[in-house]
Each structure stands twice: as structure tokens, then as C-alpha cells.
């Protein structure tokens, strides 16, 4: 092996190494850049933002309250007091820009089947409701993370009247 291999390999390596660095100094100061275009952004841009993303939170939660209220089986929301589903978390996610439609729902009392044998047990001693549903993403909403549904309907009827009138 000639002598000048080593050398050829390490100044090849070292080339490598500068290259990354400096690709990583580039992107550094390119992000305050950004950053600093971003810290000065006037006023009227950042309502304009702002509002275009409650906006758009709305019309999530429309979409999500819209899958509740025409649900045949409400396995892919999960069981109040036992577990969450991705929807119901999706649902609780969008907060208080849920909250007018969820209220709505306050007074379906459609029934709210789900199937499954343990899932169905639960139902059968709950009988769960749209309505029950709706006030248990309400108070999760509210920031009662410890709220639990009382087990028969009668006893969950005064918490969402009280719910309602809110």
C-alpha cells in the first residue's frame, strides 16, 4: 500500500466532518433567522393566525361531535369511568371550542350501545347514553379529570340538567 493512502483516507474523513458541521451551522443560524422573523411578526398576524386556528379547532370539534351524535355502536369512544378511546381523547383535545355543540347533545338519550362481553357488562350496568357521553367529555373538558359518571341514569339526569343550564 503507497504511502499517501492513509493520508488520502484521513483528508477525505476530515472533509466529511467539516461538511457536517458546517451543514449544522448553517441550519443553526438559518432557525434564528426564522426565530427572529417570527419574534417580530406584527400584531395583526398573529390574531389573523390565532383565529384561523380556533377556526379550525371549531370545525374538528363539529366533525368530532357530529360522529357522536350518529353512532350506531360507541366502541371507538370507549367507556366513561373505564377507558378512552383515540376519539374521545381527540374529543376532550379540542377543549372549549367543543363545548356549545357537546351541550347540544346534552339532550339525546338515545341509547349508546357498544358490543364486546366485557364492553356490553359495562353497559348493562351503566346503560349508557348519547347524552351521558357528551357530559363526561364535558367535565373532562372542564378539567375534572377525576369526574366519575354515576352508575344509573336517574342519578346522571340533575348533573347534565345542571350541565345544560351552564
Known sequence: MPSWQP???????????LDSVL???TGLVADGLFFFRLLFRSRTALSAEVLFLRKQLAFYAKILTSALEHSKYFN????P????????RAMVETGKSAAPEL?????????APVFGSQE??????????????ALFF?????????????????????????????
Open 7 to 17: 493520508m488520502f483516507r484521513f483528508f477525505q474523513n476530515a472533509k466529511r466532518s
Open 138 to 166: 364535558l367535565e373532562q373538558i372542564a378539567g375534572k379529570q377525576d369526574f366519575r359518571m354515576p352508575v344509573s341514569p336517574a342519578e346522571r339526569d340533575p348533573v347534565i340538567k345542571e350541565m345544560s343550564a351552564k
Open 81 to 88: 369511568n373505564f377507558y378512552l378511546e383515540d376519539a374521545s
Open 76 to 79: 371507538v369512544w370507549g367507556l
Open 103 to 111: 351541550k347540544r347533545i346534552l339532550s339525546d338519550t338515545r341509547p
Open 120 to 133: 356490553a357488562m359495562a353497559y348493562q350496568q351503566y346503560k349508557y347514553r348519547v347524552c351521558d357521553y
Open 23 to 25: 451543514n449544522l451551522i
